[in-house]
């Protein structure tokens, strides 16, 4: 039987790395335990905020199986599996596939521009296909500012009809909520996930799956109570108290950001690590970010 | 000893594949040898217009032990080694300089976007020490168009300051003539290659070391005869001779439109595989192309 198709709070997992860059893997599980214990329904892990496509293959590998073999259930994990060819794509996601993973969230290949719908169907119908295995559920993961190429609606629609049981979600980074909302009134019961808890609540009342946030790796709490009474009385309520710390953080570069926080919270400078071509938050970015969070209580 | 500096011309060779769209060995090792045999000095192998980027980590080293087994010396080869990973580019760069490739052209990390020229130095620089072999010898590529990111004058003075002996040379495929003539002013020796013939007697006037063009896995005998001949008399004729094709194919995408050119006069319908995303030319437009190259006798 294939899964359920997601629903809730996945918070897009931030990889902790040693000062030489490695994967602190001993922090990373146990980051990914108290997610799930403050109330992540899963964890998308190895996505952008995860740096992923700063990990190589083997590391990308190791970590997933490092998870599953931690006790973390298969079914709770959301891999980034994107690469920009078709091998590479398909030897990641055949590999969480057979894990066990919920499902996959699949970068267009992202180093060409200016690529058609044409080529971008044909490249992950290839990945699809290829994998030819009826427990693949792809969900596409449409972040155009950083990958530059689109999953546009007439795109998301040919991969739905082509793969029906196989293409069900899409996480939006775009913040384009046009673009979220043509999704909701097209397709019903396809898992959209925007990126942010500011747009949950609307995203919710007009069919969302949930949301996939980088500041759920910080405040998942909120986003949670967000997620569970959006129907009642308090949701604006609760849209309001999720949302607070997502309009500090938004000021500042989001993976130093949020790695900041972490450093902070836990004490731990290492989570400040981070690896190039990005950099970390400056000392006085760090300071302004951090005392905005205090002044809020949210930290 | 390390090698001397790369000079010359320096087809980006395309990849062959077969309707399953594998690699057809075969094929390429017989494109490489008609290059050289043709004038090339030597084969920019696994750049751009080789889709090295729509091939897995495992083909793009599989592709260069062949070429070398297959008797084609290794310091005639200059093959792409760049990824977004730190850990994927010191893979494919330590590979390559372990086999003994002249040098390696290095991307800026792709997939992230609006990073610094300190995020962009320090990727350099780690993949750089942690290979730590004296026989590397690192070309920057700059693509800013296809990359998104740039090795910016700036950087590159950097970089040449901290790595004397091993960044060694660009490749431009930015066409900004502005952007190569600095480096030509401010580092007198640094191997220069531009992307097109038809700016290569104006760079070699000014210090490029020759150039390293798409066009060239098609028409690289005229443009040997422009590098060979640019201090005498004929030097403009031989410019004139060298450009009227990339005058021609540069109105079409240049993969799909070198592909159509070698499948139309090898007869050889294959050389139109292309990986997705990218497409193959249509066949107006490929008619098109062979039929203005034909009406100036250049197939």
Not at 77 to 105: F, N, Q
Not at 228 to 249: F, I, Y
Request: glycine letters at 8%.
């Amino acid at each position: 039987m294939p899964f359920e198709r997601a629903r809730g709070i996945w918070p897009p997992v931030a990889t902790p790395f040693r000062s030489d860059l490695s994967i602190d893997f001993e922090r990373y599980v146990a980051h990914c335990r108290k997610l799930l214990a403050e109330g992540a329904h899963g964890l998308a892990v190895l996505g952008t905020t995860s740096e992923a496509n700063s990990l190589d293959l083997e590391e990308r590998h190791e970590l997933l199986e490092g998870l599953v073999g931690s006790g973390i259930a298969a079914e709770k994990l959301l891999p980034g599996t994107g690469a920009a060819s078709i091998g590479d794509a398909v030897l990641l996601t055949r590999h969480a596939t057979e894990l066990g993973a919920r499902g996959v969230l699949l970068l267009p290949p992202f180093y060409y521009k200016a690529v058609s719908d044409d080529g971008l169907f044909a490249f992950a119908s290839e990945v699809i296909e290829r994998i030819g295995d009826e427990r693949l559920q792809v969900y596409l993961y449409n972040f155009p500012q950083m990958s530059a190429l689109s999953w546009s609606p007439a795109l998301v629609a040919r991969l739905i009809t082509a793969f029906p049981d196989t293409v069900v979600g899409l996480k939006d980074s775009s913040g384009d909520v046009a673009y979220t909302d043509r999704l909701f009134s097209e397709h019903p019961g396809f898992a959209v996930f925007p990126s942010s808890e500011s747009l949950l609540l609307a995203a919710l009342r007009k069919g969302a799956a949930g949301c996939i946030s980088a500041t759920a790796n910080t405040h998942v709490a909120g986003i949670r109570r967000l997620y569970d009474g959006w129907r009642g009385p308090e949701a604006e309520a609760l849209h309001e108290a999720a949302s607070r710390v997502r309009t500090v953080v938004q000021a500042y570069p989001f993976i130093p950001a949020i790695k900041a926080i972490l450093a902070a919270r836990e004490g731990e400078p290492d989570w400040l690590n981070i690896r190039p071509p990005l950099e970390r938050l400056g000392a006085d970015a760090s300071a302004s970010l951090i005392g905005a969070l205090k002044r809020m209580g949210a930290m």
